[in-house]
């Protein structure tokens, strides 16, 4: 169970944001078999990760409850992009992502024995899937994430923070403490982290549905934050439709992705819609 707390300085800054990164390792996860895949949501194309060059990436995400945080770097809101988030990922100091790779309890070989080295390798991977895969869909998938953070503002100004986090996920509530209310998390691990000034992110996600991911952490600078499935995600085609037309080659109307329904590289994406504590690291 992690508790954040809404302390005087920190509980008035939770807020939303989205995380172009965090998608592609989930769906990367999901992919090869590391986590069920969200029901209505497109597939990453098993034969087209096996084209991509991206051995050590998925040698790192073999993990099933532990994910580099330096792979995810956190969000600056709702108009994250994944240019901003790569680049904070070539700067990570060499010396986290030593400690982070050491963390992990898989063996990826000797290729990351110079950490600089490997984390410049892993955001060129995290790249390729990117551009590959992910970016030509990006549209339709950021709507969704973008619609849920709309609906929940929406009720967060009519109902206030409790209302906003009711039904946001079961794993996820507002409780009442002597000292402070918390957003709690159901989790594994154990934790009270009062919130400071850098508060609390919200990240709704398509691939994530099953459970929450929790990311506490205490240095300074990193931002605690916990993922959950976004409304609507487990109907992105319906959600993603624009005006109806007839689908070229290859294509599915109305949803992300190729006549298969997988997230493949030229794939055409869907019309916009009409409407629009384990730190460093991610506790699984």
Request: charged share 25%; net charge positive; aromatic share 4%.
């Amino acid at each position: 169970m992690i508790e954040f707390m809404l302390t005087p300085s920190g509980g008035h800054r939770v807020r939303f944001a989205i995380s172009p990164l965090d998608e592609v390792l989930a769906a990367l996860q999901a992919a090869i078999g590391l986590r069920d895949h969200p029901p209505g949501v497109p597939r990453l194309a098993v034969d087209a990760l096996g084209a991509l060059p991206i051995a050590e990436l998925l040698s790192v995400l073999g993990d099933p409850r532990y994910v580099c945080e330096f792979l995810s770097p956190p969000t600056t809101g709702y108009d994250t992009t994944a240019a901003a988030q790569l680049a904070e990922v070539r700067r990570t100091p060499a010396a986290q992502v030593r400690t982070e790779l050491d963390a992990l309890n898989v063996d990826v070989g000797g290729w990351c024995s110079d950490p600089g080295r490997a984390r410049d390798l892993l955001a060129d991977q995290l790249e390729t899937v990117w551009t590959e895969l992910m970016a030509p869909h990006w549209p339709a998938l950021r709507d969704v994430l973008h619609a849920d953070i709309r609906y929940r503002s929406g009720r967060w100004a009519a109902g206030g923070l409790d209302a906003a986090v009711a039904g946001l996920h079961p794993d996820v509530r507002m409780t009442e403490r002597a000292d402070a209310d918390a957003v709690v998390v159901r989790n594994p691990a154990r934790a009270r982290v009062p919130l400071d000034r850098r508060g609390l992110l919200l990240v709704p996600s398509v691939f994530t549905w099953q459970r929450t991911s929790v990311i506490a952490v205490a240095a300074v600078g990193d931002l605690p934050r916990t993922r959950y499935r976004g409304t609507g995600c487990g109907a992105v085609g319906r959600h993603a439709a624009g005006p109806r037309r007839r689908p070229h080659q290859g294509e599915t109307a109305g949803r992300p992705g190729g006549a298969d329904g997988h997230l493949r590289p030229g794939a055409v994406a869907a019309p916009r819609p009409q409407h629009r504590l384990r730190a460093p690291g991610r506790l699984a």
